[in-house]
């Protein structure tokens, strides 16, 4: 594929002391690397100085462009907005605390050239405290990786090339950036990761606590149902519902022949108990199922969206091609 312009999305939220440092060495490996591009800087709601710098710097380089968010939404949501807003055929996003190295962007962009859609940075040597980030980011990435099937070795590394079409394909929620690689390959994307530089902070406060991990492992589940089950929930709340009620109706069966045929007094066996509970929560679960198909062929609809991507049509009709 032909790269002709990429955009570098960048969310900041209070990197006064970062963004000048960072775009004069950004600046620097753009310039070398004869294409044309554009610098994004997403003001997610930053309450220091970063807008006045930003704008100083779009007043000066016409390449820099800002969008200002009104508060703070989060990163997840500043990359959302740059890459509806980037008009690269290649899209990098990066952090804006001189983390990740502007150097490394010549490594993405050749193994897109080589006709990956995504390439994800690889901190191997990552430069931060370990027991509040780097041990849980490596149990995190571990999970994601069993759960997902996408098997990169650092999820959270911002440092990231997509090409444009998978960019524009994002509808992102919550703290999903993360697991950009796992919904990507829902649709099919070819994915891959390179190593890269990682240097520790200098200036400024990381914006996150050890209270993200929950947030992660939320996370997970939702990209895991997202990714399989999103078009048949009934298969995940109805498996689960019918083995429950199964052995709930077991146990009660066996308590009903013991109660009819030896006269045994059930009223007060633990067993009833729990094989009423596994029953009800069965059927609940089911019948939740079934509400949750209901609500996703509501969901496709109103979105006028299809559960499934097109890669490729041969010999149709261009009015066809443009409706789908
Ligand atoms: N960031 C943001 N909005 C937020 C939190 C963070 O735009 O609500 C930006 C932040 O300015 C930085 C990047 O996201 O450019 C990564 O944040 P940070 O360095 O705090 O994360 P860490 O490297 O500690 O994981
Ligand atoms: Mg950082």
Redesign the pocket.
Same mark, same amino acid.
């Given at each position: 594929m032909e790269v002709r312009k990429i955009s570098i999305v960048?969310?900041?939220?209070?990197?006064e002391e970062?963004i000048e440092k960072l775009y004069e060495e950004l600046k620097e490996v753009l310039e070398n690397l004869k294409l044309d591009y554009e610098i994004i800087f997403?003001? *997610?709601?930053?309450t220091d100085r970063t807008p006045q710098i930003l704008d100083e710097l779009a007043k000066r380089d016409p390449k820099v462009k800002v969008v200002h968010f009104r508060k703070?939404?989060?990163?997840t949501?500043?990359?959302y907005a740059g890459f509806q807003y980037a008009e690269g055929d290649v899209v990098i996003t990066?952090?804006? *605390?001189l983390?990740n190295d502007p150097h490394d962007i010549p490594k993405l962009l050749e193994k897109i050239e080589e006709g990956y859609d995504i390439v994800s940075g690889w901190r191997k040597n990552r430069q *931060?405290p370990f027991l509040s980030?780097i041990l849980p980011s490596k149990i995190a990435n571990w999970i994601i990786s069993k759960v997902t099937g996408v098997h990169l070795h650092d999820y959270?590394c911002?440092l990231k090339a997509y090409r444009k079409e998978v960019a524009k394909n994002f509808r992102l929620y919550g703290d999903m950036h993360r697991f950009l690689p796992a919904v990507a390959k829902s649709f099919g994307a070819k994915i891959t990761e390179v190593v890269v530089n990682h240097r520790p902070?200098l200036y400024?406060?990381?914006?996150?606590g050890i209270g993200?991990t929950i947030r992660v492992i939320l996370d997970i589940f939702l990209v895991k149902f997202l990714n399989d089950y999103l078009n048949k929930p009934l298969y995940v709340f109805g498996s689960v519902g019918l083995t429950l009620m199964g052995l709930g109706f077991l146990i009660m069966l066996y308590l009903s022949i013991e109660k009819i045929f030896f006269g045994a007094s059930i009223g007060g066996r633990p067993l009833l108990i729990l094989g009423v509970l596994l029953f009800l929560s069965g059927l609940q679960l089911l019948s939740t199922g079934i509400v949750a198909e209901v609500v996703i062929r509501t969901y496709y609809e109103s979105k006028h969206d299809v559960p499934f991507k097109v890669e490729r049509l041969v010999n149709f009709d261009q009015k066809v091609e443009e409706k789908i």
């Open positions: 960048i969310p900041v939220y209070n990197e970062n997403v003001n *997610d709601g930053s703070n939404y989060g990163q949501a500043a990359m990066m952090d804006g *605390d983390q *931060d980030r959270g911002t902070r400024g406060k990381s914006k996150y993200r």
